[in-house]
């Protein structure tokens, strides 16, 4: 994963000694090393550079940002597929 993408976690749990995650990239789930972010949450919304949560986002903020990259077809450069839209709050 090249670009810094927003994902909702949806699990989280401990691998080989290191916080770890299942994070929804917009319908791709992928695991997400969460070592960085120790205070985030099942639900909260992290930015994920390279396999690494880097920073907590706010919810509307990472669901915009999901349907720009969709409708600039970045999801399919980075996952091989094209995700789901995603609805946003107005």
């Given at each position: 994963?090249?670009?810094?993408?927003?994902?909702?976690?949806?699990?989280?749990?401990?691998?080989?000694?290191?916080?770890?995650?299942?994070?929804?990239?917009?319908?791709?789930?992928?695991?997400?090393?969460l070592?960085?972010?120790?205070?985030?949450?099942?639900?909260?919304?992290?930015?994920?550079?390279?396999?690494?949560?880097?920073?907590?986002?706010?919810?509307?903020?990472?669901?915009?940002?999901?349907?720009?990259f969709?409708?600039?077809?970045?999801?399919?450069?980075?996952?091989?597929?094209?995700?789901?839209?995603?609805?946003?709050?107005?």
């Open positions: 994963m090249c670009l810094a993408i927003p994902g909702q976690v949806k699990e989280i749990f401990e691998q080989n000694g290191l916080r770890m995650g299942r994070v929804d990239f917009g319908g791709i789930t992928k695991e997400v090393c070592a960085y972010l120790p205070e985030i949450a099942i639900g909260d919304y992290t930015i994920v550079h390279v396999g690494f949560a880097i920073s907590k986002i706010d919810e509307e903020s990472a669901l915009e940002t999901l349907n720009t969709r409708e600039m077809g970045l999801f399919e450069e980075e996952f091989g597929v094209e995700p789901a839209p995603v609805e946003t709050r107005h």
